[in-house]
């Protein structure tokens, strides 16, 4: 590539120049082409998995609700519990 196989094989050369770049900027294309269908099906995961956790959120607060309806559980067992939960996702990982 350059000036050397210009000089040596002249339009030849220029050519083959060419088509290393074109080659090149080919592959760069791909590159960014996958990347970018890469991108759109992990956006399309994460939208299923925000709206399938939405679902179980609703689902799991109409079971409790069901629960305490039903005197399963208190209202302070329930309360206790969350306090808990919410301690243990602030905390540090580790």
């Known amino acids: 590539m350059g ?9 030849l050369g220029q050519q083959l120049d060419l088509s290393d770049q074109q080659q090149s900027l080919n592959s760069m294309r791909a590159t960014i082409d996958g990347q970018h269908r890469r991108d759109v099906q992990q956006e399309r ?6 709206e399938e956790n939405t679902e179980l959120k609703m689902i799991l607060s109409r079971l409790v609700n069901l629960l305490v309806s039903k005197g399963v559980v208190s ?11 919410e301690r243990a996702e602030a905390a540090p990982p580790g």
């Open 3 to 11: 000036w050397g196989r210009f000089l040596l094989l002249g339009n």
């Open 45 to 50: 995961q994460i939208d299923a998995l925000w």
């Open 75 to 85: 209202q302070q067992d329930v309360q206790t519990l969350v306090s808990e939960l």
